[in-house]
């Protein structure tokens, strides 16, 4: 479904506007990342048409595709792909066929296991009319199409027309480096302890840290800014299954 690409976040009160949040500007630089934030800033200035940012599980993906949206100006489009294969076939036809008279759309998880090769004969055909049409496309996936067994051979020889840019998932020192962006786009911050803590026990997921921190953020008390050890362990064990 055509939907804004703060729509997830919604919920969480930002110290700074998620346009901000999501500037490619303030994406964390790295070897591992570095590759996928050049070709984001080629694509949003329209070197080319098609770009895939491809990476595991909090690789950041999702984020850059972000920073795409917020960055590629007006009549652009944010499509999560798992939240397109839960719609009706005749609501997702109405909203694919919206987007292909967008100029940019991006799109989200595009390898879904669960979807049908009625899904991706809609996707298919939205790349056709944003190829007629002069739009571009960026997709976000966990595998480069080359090697994404469950696409179709029509769309994966589409995608390859285009650039596959890689991300990795962020080191330690990257990882520290993101969980102290995300607390101070909050406007908190974290005692060293609980960084360590945090910082210990993280699958170096760029998500999870973000979900994370908005739920300390939750569990503070009024007017306070400072998340120490005692808070994190609550939050983590409230949350355990």
């Known amino acids: ?77 944010f499509l999560s792909a798992a939240a397109l294969v839960k719609l009706d076939h005749g609501t997702r036809g109405r909203v694919l066929s919206d987007a292909g008279r967008a100029r940019t759309v991006c799109l989200d998880d595009l390898d879904q296991m669960e979807a049908d090769d009625g899904f991706y004969q809609r996707i298919y055909t939205l790349f056709n009319a944003l190829t007629a049409s002069g739009g571009r496309l960026a997709v976000a996936m966990r595998a480069s199409p080359a090697k994404a067994t469950q696409l179709p051979a029509y769309l994966t020889s589409r995608l390859l027309t285009g650039m596959v840019a890689p991300l990795q998932r962020p080191d330690g020192e990257e990882q520290k480096a993101i969980l102290q962006k995300l607390a101070a786009d909050r406007a908190i911050t974290l005692t060293p302890r609980a960084a360590a803590f945090i910082l210990a026990r993280s699958h170096r997921s760029v998500g999870e840290l973000a979900a994370l921190i908005g739920r300390l953020e939750h569990a503070l008390p009024a007017g306070a800014k400072r998340i120490g050890l005692q808070l994190i362990r609550q939050v983590i064990h409230l949350n355990r299954p």
């Open 1 to 77: 479904m055509q939907i804004p690409a703060s729509a997830a976040q919604a919920a969480l009160p930002l110290a700074l506007p998620e346009k901000t949040r999501y500037s490619l500007d303030r994406f964390i630089t790295s070897p591992r990342t570095q590759v996928a934030l050049d070709a984001a800033r080629r694509f949003v200035k329209g070197d080319f048409g098609v770009l895939v940012l491809t990476g595991k599980h909090g690789t950041g993906k999702t984020h850059l595709l972000k920073g795409i949206y917020h960055g590629a100006g007006k009549n652009c489009v």
